[in-house]
């Protein structure tokens, strides 16, 4: 069991979750038992690409602090091994789940789409 105290926009909220499927390192689910929604099941799995494990190696990028995708900044902008943010390399998307954490609908992803399209058109 894993207890949260959040506060979001001056609201506390209390949850509660359990691991349900450890599959180390590739994958675990764990649901919650106490939040806010009326079910919540969250699968968090291991980014397994070739290029991205390429990238990595490099050292060009790096996985974010919670091992969930790739670490960058809200915009996009990905952050090196060396902590640099790229000037050629972002993300957007589920590879943002570790700073965005609301990052797997199509509205969401649009939206990050958009904010990097204008991002870089200036």
Request: charged share 30%; aromatic share 10%; with cysteine.
């Amino acid at each position: 069991m894993i207890d949260y105290k959040l506060k979001l926009r001056g609201l506390s909220l209390k949850w509660r979750t359990e691991i349900t499927e450890w599959n180390p390192p590739f994958s675990f689910t764990d649901e919650a038992l106490k939040s806010p929604y009326k079910q919540w099941i969250h699968h968090h799995k291991k980014i397994d690409f070739l290029l991205v494990k390429n990238l990595i190696g490099k050292g060009y990028i790096k996985t974010d602090s919670l091992k969930l995708g790739i670490d960058a900044l809200p915009c996009g902008r990905v952050i090196d091994r060396n902590e640099k943010i790229s000037d050629v390399i972002y993300t957007i998307g589920t590879a943002l789940k570790g700073k965005l954490w609301e990052s797997t609908a199509m509205s969401e992803i649009r939206a990050q789409a958009n904010k990097l399209a204008m991002a870089l058109l200036d």
